[in-house]
């Protein structure tokens, strides 16, 4: 299962969260990535940039698809590429978490790891942009507002 979503929309929280419920693993793209290429996300970004970030990006999401059951929570930039998005398609259950980019803003207390979370401008046009490609995969979608980690993963768990 993959959860999909804006930075900030608590993809990892309620991954974990749900995992303990259901007593599957789970693991966050992002921390499985900067292990497999020793460096961090933000690093890569600023060293090789974005293109290079997003060939790795794939690499590892069809590494992870191939390994079931397992609780996915990936980068915010994953449905970018058409590759991606068949891989998740394909892959299993998709969760879209939709979070606006104000609430995604004032949940993430340090931008500095988050290369393309610089500006709240920027990322309001992001995270409207990026709507129809997270919809596109989505199974279900739960929304975000207002609520916290536990509320989403008993939402989830319901939709399953
Ligand atoms: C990104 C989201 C980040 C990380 C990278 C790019 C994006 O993951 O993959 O900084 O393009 O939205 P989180 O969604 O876990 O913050």
Do not use: H, W
């Not at 995270?127 to 919809?135: A, I, K, T």
């Amino acid at each position: 299962m993959f959860f999909v979503g804006f930075m900030g929309a608590g993809k990892t929280s309620v991954a974990r969260r749900l995992a303990r419920i259901c007593s599957v693993a789970s693991v966050d793209m992002d921390t499985y990535l900067e292990r497999r290429e020793d460096r961090r996300v933000k690093d890569i970004f600023a060293e090789d940039g974005e293109d290079a970030f997003r060939a790795i990006e794939t690499d590892v999401l069809a590494e992870l698809a191939a390994k079931d059951p397992l609780l996915v929570s990936c980068g915010g930039g994953v449905i970018l590429r058409e590759e991606n998005r068949a891989i998740l398609r394909e892959g299993g259950f998709v969760v879209y978490l939709r979070v606006t980019a104000d609430e995604a803003a004032s949940r993430i207390s340090d931008t500095s790891s988050r290369p393309l979370f610089q500006d709240l401008a920027a990322a309001r046009a992001r995270c409207e942009e990026r709507l129809p490609l997270y919809e596109a995969v989505a199974d279900v979608t739960v929304d975000t507002a207002g609520k916290g980690v536990a509320a989403i993963a008993r939402e989830v768990q319901r939709l399953l």
